[in-house]
């Protein structure tokens, strides 16, 4: 019977080029053939359904061993296969899949050898029929294979198998239609051509010095295969199934050029009969490839090419950039995020930019000596020599978590006879939690700080001593603006030395672009600049003009209500702390 599915009338010529889809599978398909089919296929997926193995022949059973597994091949639309055995290997693909208390596939070894085919396809039997249900075809170069008694079963604690069911373990169990497939050993080359249609003539003009392996009929009417070609007695060696308009599955003989079959019936055939798998073809995409489009077209899409490339270029080159600055400089977020050594060490960076050249790592030295650990760090710059222990917690500090370095200082005044020692407590409290998002205003309780301040000990959050380091590169800050900080007693502060508080942010007008500032103390004069403190960043801001009560003034003092312009992008909200940057003389300080 002639197969007969809906379709168009397609030209019969090739089409140059790689295509991108549909997406391909290919198992147990000849290296030339992959070859042929990937030079002109990008998406294709290779992989084997298993090798057959000698076993002793025998009555009794075996387990069936396939390592074999595939991937990448679930979301396929064409899957291509060849049944043919090239050769048996002499000893099972590894150890068995369970042990024999537990359930698995276990096949007589009466052949003296197993096909392990069929337990790749009863894995992936869900898979195939989904891509066949779903528009995709299966296509099959056939061989005969030996039906298996296989029955799915365990061996109890004798090693006797126990009552279990049949199963089928043969290569034809891939999808529903083959599985119902009756296929008798038979062998020749005497084929003739039964079907007219292009996929019939397509099959005829590859039979030629072709041979055929099997034969095959179906056991179920409501498969309507359409024979395409037979053997000289009438049975069926080539045959075209198809449902609902549709070509479903493809089973052809083992033919002698199966790389030029499969290039021919790819580019020329499938896709009249299968439109949607071939978007290129049913669409005229085709026409945007080079050999095909318009002079300036082809132009304009080379200089877009050329435009992309150097896009990737540069982006290539900012991600060497970028992974340049985080090995260089990811230890500022260590600060916020680390415990333990690695803290302790982004605390010694840190120390070292503030401008401090006499920091001792203590526990390297502890560490070295076999002494257990004291104090993680000393400043020994200048008197009072500062004693620092460094933590990370969770949580918020505890008494001992910051006070222990005061314990520490005392020991360290003692041994040095020293008398002017200071303790430094750096803790990077809340450390799972984003900084802004911890508790930053008052991370330690008040008892502790009334303890600071009659110890002369300073308590300093990792956090803060991030912003001083962010701002300091920001802005310039130098040593002697930053280093006086880590003297303080108390919650040590975020403000560099050559900053002078004038007040808060009264009002901002952002269609003005200004804002208002109520002088607490000092004085700021035009040419000025000034720092306005945020949740991390200062933003410095050049004064080049002051306006009280309406008028332009050349300074402002205690209790003016200060307006002052702002070109700034950065957001200022009510209530944000304002200081003027200034020199150690005096000078207003500017922005290098």
């Known amino acids: 019977m002639p197969l007969t599915l809906d379709l168009e009338e397609q030209p019969d010529t090739a089409i140059p080029g790689k295509h991108g889809k549909p997406k391909l599978l290919l198992l147990d398909l000849d290296p030339e053939v992959v070859a042929a089919v990937t030079s002109k296929w990008s998406d294709v997926v290779t992989g084997t359904l298993g090798q057959p193995y000698a076993v002793e022949q025998a009555s009794g059973y075996t387990p069936v061993i396939n390592h074999a597994f595939l991937s990448g091949h679930k979301e396929c639309d064409i899957i291509a296969v060849d049944f043919q055995v090239r050769r048996i290997v002499k000893t099972s693909p590894g150890e068995k899949h369970r042990p024999d208390a537990e359930t698995d596939l276990w096949a007589r070894n009466n052949l003296g050898y197993i096909d392990n085919r069929g337990l790749t396809g009863m894995r992936e039997r869900e898979t195939f029929d989904r891509i066949v249900k779903q528009g995709g075809v299966l296509i099959v170069f056939a061989d005969y294979a030996p039906q298996h008694d296989a029955i799915m079963t365990s061996a109890d604690y004798r090693g006797k198998l126990v009552p279990g069911s049949a199963a089928n373990l043969n290569v034809w169990n891939l999808v529903q239609p083959l599985e119902l497939m009756q296929v008798s050993d038979d062998h020749g080359s005497v084929m003739a051509s039964t079907d007219s249609s292009d996929l019939g003539k397509l099959v005829a003009k590859y039979l030629p010095e072709s041979k055929f392996t099997c034969t095959f009929k179906s056991r179920y009417s409501g498969d309507q295969w359409a024979p395409l070609a037979v053997n000289k007695f009438k049975e069926c060696v080539a045959a075209a199934l198809g449902k609902e308009g549709r070509l479903v599955a493809l089973v052809v003989p083992q033919l002698a050029n199966k790389a030029e079959f499969l290039s021919e019936l790819l580019t020329t055939v499938l896709p009249a009969y299968l439109p949607d798998l071939f978007p290129e073809n049913s669409t005229g995409a085709w026409t945007k490839r080079p050999e095909y489009e318009l002079p300036k077209i082809a132009e304009l899409r080379a200089e877009k090419t050329r435009l992309e490339e150097e896009t990737r270029a540069a982006i290539a080159s900012l991600d060497d950039q970028i992974e340049t600055e985080q090995a260089t400089n990811g230890w500022i977020h260590d600060l916020l995020t680390t415990t333990g050594d690695d803290l302790v060490n982004a605390v010694k960076r840190a120390l070292a930019e503030f401008g401090f050249s006499a920091v001792v790592d203590v526990d390297e030295i502890r560490d070295n000596a076999g002494q257990s650990r004291r104090e993680d760090l000393r400043i020994e710059d200048r008197n009072p020599v500062l004693v620092v222990d460094v933590k990370g917690i969770g949580g918020r500090p505890t008494d001992e978590d910051a006070t222990q370095a005061n314990k520490h ?66 802005w310039n800050w130098t040593s002697s603006d930053v280093m006086p900080l880590l003297y303080a007693s108390k919650r040590i502060g975020v403000v560099p030395a050559h900053y002078e508080y004038i007040g808060t942010v009264a009002g901002v007008w952002p269609k003005a672009k200004a804002f208002g500032v109520v002088i607490e103390s000092g004085v700021v004069k035009v040419g000025d600049t000034l720092a306005i403190e945020g949740p991390i960043y200062f933003e410095e801001l050049p004064v080049p003009s002051i306006r009280v009560n309406n008028s332009d003034v050349q300074s402002a003092t205690i209790d003016d209500q200060a307006g002052f312009p702002s070109e700034s992008e950065a957001r200022i909200r009510e209530g944000m702390r304002v200081y003027v940057a200034r020199h150690d003389d005096g000078v207003p300080a500017t922005e290098t």
Request: overall charge negative; hydrophobic content about 40%.
């Open 409 to 474: 200082a005392l020991i360290h005044a003692k041994e040095s006879k020293n008398p002017e020692v200071q303790g430094l407590s750096i803790i990077n409290h809340e450390r799972h939690m984003p900084p802004l998002e911890r508790d930053n205003a008052m991370p330690f309780r008040q008892e502790l700080l009334t303890v600071a301040e009659e110890t002369d000990l300073g308590l300093m959050t990792s956090f803060d001593l991030y912003r001083i380091i962010v701002n300091m590169r920001r």
